[in-house]
């Protein structure tokens, strides 16, 4: 099989189409590293209230930081199918974007092992959005969580990938 015929199969269908978690046991150990994001848009006096600390549950970014490294830590026990991973390096930052207006999360995730990280990094940017809105949500109900995806990974057999912008 091709290397473009082994993208597209579906790696955790059997045979059968039954669902099963893939056998990475043949695989070498590579250090591997995902990058993702997404974005927490909210109005402006919202943000405000965030950037302040003024809120009434504390220090969201920090706490959504600290979110968002447990959920990556924890993704084999969120999404199923998913391989426990000894994790190297786990970074999650929420910075302020007067622009959107709202929250830019970012998860950068290293690992040394047979299976690569982009779960762990999108579990850890959703994780922390979702941590942003419930701190805020007493304020604003009508925030938005969006565009959450695999920003870069490298590593493993499939190599490089970097969105497009």
Known sequence: MNAVARRRKLTHLGAAGAARMVDVSAKAATTRMAIAEGRVVMRKQTLDLVRKGDAK?????????????MAAKRTHDLIPLCHPLSLSQIEVDAKADSKLPGIVVTARVKVKGPTGAE????????VACLTIYDMVKAVERGMRIDSIRLVEK???RSGHYRAKA
């Open 57 to 69: 549950k504390g220090d969201v970014l920090g706490a959504a930081r600290i979110a968002g490294i």
């Open 119 to 126: 779960m762990e990094a999108l579990t850890a940017v959703a």
């Open 154 to 156: 490298s590593g493993g």
